[in-house]
Nanobody, 121 residues
């Protein structure tokens, strides 16, 4: 069983930066692939970024070059550094974990409650 708690969401102006954190419970955190997804009002959930147990990363094209996912296994925490934020980045951001990983949210067993990111123009 893995429990995930996101933090760091806020209201920020376009062009600004935020760092989201996702703290995980459990002693096997290092074995899990971790990912960030987001869901804007009226839209479907979309993949943002993922990091494997071996620190391989993948990003959605819409955030590539602006967002960076990283993990600290000693702290059981995964981060999402978001730079050059745009109003289109406004969404609830969710952290997810699973052994398998990937870009498909349906494959992730564990989810956090989400944190709101709002980017004003």
């Amino acid at each position: 069983q893995v429990q995930l708690v996101e933090s760091g969401g806020a209201l920020v102006q376009a062009g600004g930066s935020l760092r989201l954190s996702c703290a995980a419970s459990g002693r096997t955190f290092s074995r899990y692939a971790m990912a960030w997804f987001r869901q804007a009002p009226g839209k479907e959930r979309e993949f943002v970024a993922t990091i494997s147990w071996s620190n391989t990363t993948y990003y959605a094209d819409s955030v590539k070059g602006r967002f960076t996912i990283s993990r600290d296994n000693a702290k059981n925490t995964v981060y999402l550094q978001m730079n050059s934020l745009k109003p289109d980045d406004t969404a609830v951001y969710y952290c997810a974990a699973d052994i398998s990983g990937g870009r498909n949210g349906d494959l992730y067993r564990y989810w956090g409650q989400g944190t709101q990111v709002t980017v004003s123009s």
